[in-house]
Every structure is written in structure tokens, then in C-alpha cells.
Nanobody, 115 residues
Framework: QVQLVESGGGLVQPGGSLRLSCVAS????????MAWYRQAPGKQRELVAI???????NYADSVKGRFAISRDISRNTVYLQMNSLKPEDTAVYFC?????????WGQGTQVTVSS
């Protein structure tokens, strides 16, 4: 069974940085997309960044130039480097693994940007 475990969330001041990690276990294929989503209180879950099969990446307009997604295929791990954080980045961040016919979610990690 595939499990995704996120880590790296926390409280940071505006302008600060955090690095989120997501480790996937139980995976038997490398042909899947990994992505980060976030959900702020009272809002819908939204895509933040995606690392597709082949390494193509894409970002939400709100985080372009500040966030970077990367992936270590050998470790089944995806990272999200978040720089120049803003209060509006406050949310629960979820890792997602999508293989087309299946999709898995992590439990989420809280990121709070506040002074």
C-alpha cells in the first residue's frame, strides 16, 4: 500500500523560508506525477506545484519565482522549497502522487506565515 508522509512544516516569519519533504513508500513504479497542493481555512484545495513524469514542472501563478519543486526518484521523495513566504501562503500543504489510474494523498503539514 502506498503511503505519503510529509514533513517540514511550521511557523515562519514573512520573508522566511521552509522546505517541505514528502516520502512515498510502497511504490512499485516510477511513472507517476508528484505534486504539492495546499488548503487554507475556508478555501478549496489548490495546486501549488507539480513535478510530472519526465521532470517537467509547473507552478501556481501565486508562487512562481518563490517556490521550487524537486524530486529524488531514487528515494521516492519530492521537495518543495518555499522562499519569500507571505502570510497568504498559510495553509495545510498536501503531497499528492498520481499514476493516472490511482492517486494518493499525504496527511498534510501545516505552514503558518506570521510575525
Amino acid at each position: 500500500q502506498v503511503q505519503l508522509v510529509e514533513s517540514g512544516g511550521g511557523l515562519v516569519q514573512p520573508g522566511g523560508s521552509l522546505r517541505l519533504s514528502c516520502v512515498a513508500s510502497g511504490v512499485i513504479s516510477t511513472r507517476f506525477t508528484m505534486a504539492w497542493y495546499r488548503q487554507a481555512p475556508g478555501k478549496q484545495r489548490e495546486l501549488v506545484a507539480i513535478n510530472a513524469i519526465g521532470g517537467n514542472t509547473n507552478y501556481a501563478d501565486s508562487v512562481k519565482g518563490r517556490f521550487a519543486i524537486s524530486r529524488d526518484i531514487s528515494r521516492n521523495t519530492v521537495y518543495l522549497q518555499m522562499n519569500s513566504l507571505k502570510p497568504e501562503d498559510t495553509a495545510v500543504y498536501f503531497c499528492n502522487l498520481d499514476g493516472g489510474s490511482y492517486t494518493y494523498w499525504g496527511q498534510g503539514t501545516q505552514v503558518t506565515v506570521s510575525s
